[in-house]
């Protein structure tokens, strides 16, 4: 947890990308972890979706970037960490 967050938790923000609602869960589990052995919580400052990227691809692995805003707020309020610092949507392209 040191590494993932911990050296310098005030400088250090993170886009964790978020194609699923298991990978907003899981990251909500993360920065608990790091709460739970005495580090600062991660700074996560939203989700990295990449529909753009995707173009319609139906086997694609990606939820809409609201959608993936909406479950990390969700997971983390459940695992009762703060949700502050949530205040980007970012939506992959590649061109």
Known sequence: ?????????????VLPQIYNT???????????TAVRSGYPGLRIVGPLTENRAC???????????Q????????HLR???LPQRYLRVQVDLDVS
């Open 1 to 13: 947890m040191r590494l993932a967050g911990g050296m310098a938790p005030d400088r250090i923000l």
């Open 55 to 65: 173009a319609g691809d139906p086997y694609c692995p990606t939820m809409s970037s």
């Open 78 to 80: 459940y695992a009762g």
């Open 67 to 74: 959608l993936a805003f909406r479950r990390l707020i969700s």
């Open 22 to 32: 298991t990978m907003a869960a899981q990251w909500a589990r993360i920065s608990r």
